[in-house]
C-alpha cells in the first residue's frame, strides 16, 4: 500500500485579484483564475491547485436548473486512490480503522483532540508521530457523550484547566491539566438545552479574550420561516455566552449551518464555514466561509447573499433586505463546508501563514457532484478577497463514487495539515516536501 504520493498536478494561481489585494500563492508561476460560470465545479473539475472567484453577480436565478438528490455512494477506498494536493506536498495516512472521525483540534502542547460523533460519542486523542509516520500513542479522553462535534480549550495559551465539548442538545467542560490523556472528572454541563433536529453539529470557540464563548446552532429545516416556526427560535444563529454558560445574546443571525467557527489569530475575528440552502438549483445558494460582523444579519431564510429574495419567501421583511450581509468567500453551492482553520505552522512556504483551510464534506444534492476536498482561501492581513483554491482533492473516483469525505482540519505541532475523513474512517497528514 502505498505510504508517500507526491502530487504532480501543477498550481493555478491568480493573477489579476490576487496581486491586487497583496496576496501571495504559492505556485511558481500565477497565471489564472476561474471566474463567472467556470468557477463553478463539479468533480471532475476539482483539482489540486486550481483557483476561483465565486461572486455574487455570478449566481444564476432560482430554478435556472432543477433540484436535484444525488447522494454519494461512499465505496472502500481502492489501493490506488490517494488524496492529491498542489506540486511541492507530501499526502500520508496518519490514522485508519476509526468509527466516525470528525471535527478535530490542536490542544495546546500539540495532542490531536478528535470527536467521534457516532456510537459511544467519544472524544479521542492523538499523539505525536512515529518515524513511519503513524501516531506514537492514542487514548480516549472522555465518552459517553451526544453526539459530540465542537472542542474548545479554556482559558487559551499554554496551560487551559478545561475541555470544552458542545454535544448536539449541550456544552459540557471536563477538567483537564495540560498533556492527560483522560479527563480529570466527569462532564460538567455548561449549557443545557440547546434545540435539536435536522443540523445536529455544534461548534464552540471562545473570543481572545476568553470572555466570549461563540456557540453555533445550525437551522433545523431547509427554510421554513422562524416568524411562524417555533422550532427555528434560536436557530441558524451563532449564539454568544459567557464561559460559565450564561446567554449574552445572538451574535451573529441568518446563518443556515454555522459548521465550523474559529477566531482569526490576526484579526480576532470570529470567523464561520456555512451550509447555504437547497433546492433552488445546481449552483443555488453558494456555501461560504466569512468573518461573522457582531449583531450582523446574513439573510436566512428570507434572503440569501445579498439582498437575494428567496422565492418561497417572497415579499417577507422587505425592511431587511438592505441590511443582508455578503459573506466573504463563496464557495461550491452544496458542497457542504464543515470545519474550517487558520494556518499558524511554520512548515509550509511563508505565503501560506496564517491562510485558511476549509473541509468540504460534498453534495448529495447536486446533479454531478462536487466537493469532497479541503480548499485553501489566502489571506492578506487576516482579510480575504473572495478566493480560493482546490488543494486537497481526489476522494472522488472516475464513476462518482466516493471514497472519502473530509471533515476536519488543523495544524499538527510540526506545521503539517491534519484532515480527518468520515468517508475512509482516517486522518490524513499534508506536509511540505518541495523546495
Given at each position: 500500500m502505498k505510504k508517500n504520493v507526491r502530487a504532480t498536478v501543477p498550481a493555478v494561481a491568480i493573477l489579476t485579484a490576487g496581486l491586487a489585494a497583496g496576496i501571495a500563492f504559492g505556485g511558481a508561476n500565477p497565471t489564472s483564475i476561474l471566474t463567472g460560470a467556470k468557477a463553478f465545479a463539479n468533480y471532475s473539475d476539482v483539482k489540486a491547485g486550481v483557483w476561483r472567484h465565486i461572486t455574487a453577480a455570478d449566481l444564476p436565478k432560482p430554478g435556472a436548473t432543477p433540484s436535484s438528490s444525488n447522494g454519494a455512494r461512499v465505496v472502500p477506498r481502492p489501493a490506488d486512490a490517494w488524496p492529491v494536493a498542489p506540486e511541492g506536498f507530501k499526502v500520508e495516512l496518519y490514522a485508519t480503522g476509526l468509527r466516525n472521525p470528525r471535527l478535530i483540534r490542536t490542544a495546546p502542547n500539540g495532542d490531536l483532540f478528535v470527536a467521534e460523533t457516532l456510537g459511544n460519542g467519544e472524544i479521542r486523542i492523538f499523539r505525536?508521530?512515529?518515524?513511519?509516520?503513524?501516531?506514537?500513542?492514542?487514548?480516549?479522553?472522555?465518552?459517553?457523550?451526544?453526539?459530540?462535534?465542537?472542542?474548545?480549550?479554556?482559558?487559551?495559551?499554554?496551560?487551559?484547566?478545561?475541555?470544552?465539548?458542545?454535544?448536539?442538545?449541550?456544552?459540557?467542560?471536563?477538567?483537564?491539566?495540560?498533556?492527560?490523556?483522560?479527563?480529570?472528572?466527569?462532564?460538567?454541563?455548561?449549557?443545557?438545552?440547546?434545540?435539536?433536529?435536522?443540523?445536529?453539529?455544534?461548534?464552540?470557540?471562545?473570543?481572545?479574550?476568553?470572555?466570549?464563548?461563540?456557540?453555533?446552532?445550525?437551522?433545523?429545516?431547509?427554510?421554513?420561516?422562524?416568524?411562524?416556526?417555533?422550532?427555528?427560535?434560536?436557530?441558524?444563529?451563532?449564539?454568544?455566552?459567557?464561559?460559565?454558560?450564561?446567554?449574552?445574546?445572538?451574535?451573529?443571525?441568518?446563518?443556515?449551518?454555522?459548521?465550523?467557527?474559529?477566531?482569526?489569530?490576526?484579526?480576532?475575528?470570529?470567523?464561520?464555514?456555512?451550509?447555504?440552502?437547497?433546492?433552488?438549483?445546481?449552483?443555488?445558494?453558494?456555501?461560504?466561509?466569512?468573518?461573522?460582523?457582531?449583531?450582523?444579519?446574513?439573510?436566512?431564510?428570507?434572503?440569501?447573499?445579498?439582498?437575494?429574495?428567496?422565492?418561497?419567501?417572497?415579499?417577507?421583511?422587505?425592511?431587511?433586505?438592505?441590511?443582508?450581509?455578503?459573506?466573504?468567500?463563496?464557495?461550491?453551492?452544496?458542497?457542504?463546508?464543515?470545519?474550517?482553520?487558520?494556518y499558524d505552522g511554520k512548515q509550509f512556504p511563508a505565503e501560506y501563514s496564517g491562510d485558511i483551510f476549509a473541509a468540504e464534506h460534498g453534495s448529495w444534492n447536486k446533479a454531478v457532484r462536487t466537493g469532497y476536498e479541503v480548499v485553501r482561501i489566502p489571506l492578506s492581513q487576516g482579510k480575504a478577497s473572495g478566493i480560493y483554491q482546490d488543494f486537497l482533492t481526489g476522494f472522488v473516483l472516475p464513476n462518482g463514487d466516493v471514497w472519502g469525505r473530509p471533515v476536519g482540519v488543523t495544524t499538527a505541532p510540526d506545521g503539517s495539515l491534519m484532515i480527518t475523513d468520515d468517508g475512509s474512517r482516517s486522518i490524513w497528514r499534508v506536509s511540505w516536501a518541495g523546495k
Open positions: 505525536g508521530l512515529t518515524p513511519d509516520g503513524k501516531p506514537k500513542e492514542t487514548s480516549v479522553f472522555a465518552g459517553g457523550l451526544n453526539a459530540p462535534f465542537g472542542i474548545a480549550f479554556y482559558p487559551s495559551g499554554g496551560n487551559p484547566k478545561w475541555v470544552y465539548v458542545a454535544n448536539t442538545d449541550s456544552v459540557v467542560r471536563f477538567p483537564y491539566q495540560n498533556g492527560s490523556l483522560k479527563a480529570g472528572g466527569p462532564a460538567e454541563t455548561i449549557i443545557s438545552g440547546i434545540p435539536t433536529g435536522g443540523h445536529s453539529t455544534r461548534d464552540i470557540a471562545f473570543s481572545p479574550d476568553g470572555a466570549k464563548l461563540f456557540l453555533s446552532v445550525g437551522s433545523r429545516s431547509n427554510v421554513d420561516d422562524p416568524d411562524t416556526t417555533p422550532a427555528e427560535k434560536l436557530r441558524a444563529n451563532i449564539l454568544q455566552y459567557t464561559p460559565e454558560g450564561r446567554f449574552v445574546k445572538v451574535y451573529g443571525s441568518g446563518i443556515r449551518n454555522p459548521v465550523g467557527i474559529a477566531i482569526n489569530p490576526i484579526t480576532g475575528e470570529l470567523w464561520c464555514s456555512v451550509n447555504e440552502r437547497d433546492a433552488l438549483g445546481d449552483n443555488l445558494a453558494p456555501d461560504y466561509v466569512t468573518s461573522v460582523k457582531e449583531d450582523g444579519f446574513y439573510g436566512w431564510p428570507w434572503f440569501y447573499i445579498g439582498g437575494n429574495q428567496d422565492p418561497r419567501h417572497d415579499g417577507k421583511h422587505p425592511e431587511l433586505r438592505g441590511k443582508v450581509l455578503v459573506p466573504d468567500v463563496l464557495l461550491q453551492p452544496h458542497n457542504a463546508s464543515l470545519q474550517m482553520t487558520f
